[in-house]
Nanobody, 125 residues
Framework: QVQLVESGGGSVQAGGSLRLSCARS????????MGWFRQAPGKEREFVST???????WYADSVKGRFTISQDNAKITLYLQMNSLKPEDAAMYSC???????????????????WGQGTQVTVSS
């Protein structure tokens, strides 16, 4: 059974850093694309970053240059290093897996098959 479990959220002051982790278990197709999404209260879930099986990465404009997505060599754990955090980054962050034969990533929430439960990030000004 596929499972994604996030950790690493917390409360930081603006300008601080956090590193989120997402541990995955179960069978994953080799072409799986992994992504991070976030949802703030009263807002829709939005794309943050994604990485494909060849470690190509994409970022939302709002986090480009501040956040870095990565995976360990075994592709068991997905990370999101978040630096220079801003109050507007506060949200529930979730990791997701897109399983498709073409191995292509997407910024579309609906394109992702599996989701973790999320980890809360709070940023105070």
């Amino acid at each position: 059974q596929v499972q994604l479990v996030e950790s690493g959220g917390g409360s930081v002051q603006a300008g601080g850093s956090l590193r989120l982790s997402c541990a995955r278990s179960g069978y994953f197709y080799s072409g799986t694309c992994m992504g991070w999404f976030r949802q703030a209260p009263g807002k829709e879930r939005e794309f943050v970053s994604t990485i494909d099986s060849r470690r190509n990465t994409w970022y939302a404009d709002s986090v480009k240059g501040r956040f870095t997505i990565s995976q360990d060599n075994a592709k068991i754990t997905l990370y999101l290093q978040m630096n220079s955090l801003k109050p507007e980054d506060a949200a529930m962050y979730s990791c997701a897996a897109r399983v498709s034969p073409d191995g292509l990533c997407s910024t579309n929430v609906a394109a992702y098959t599996y989701w973790g439960q999320g980890t809360q990030v709070t940023v105070s000004s």
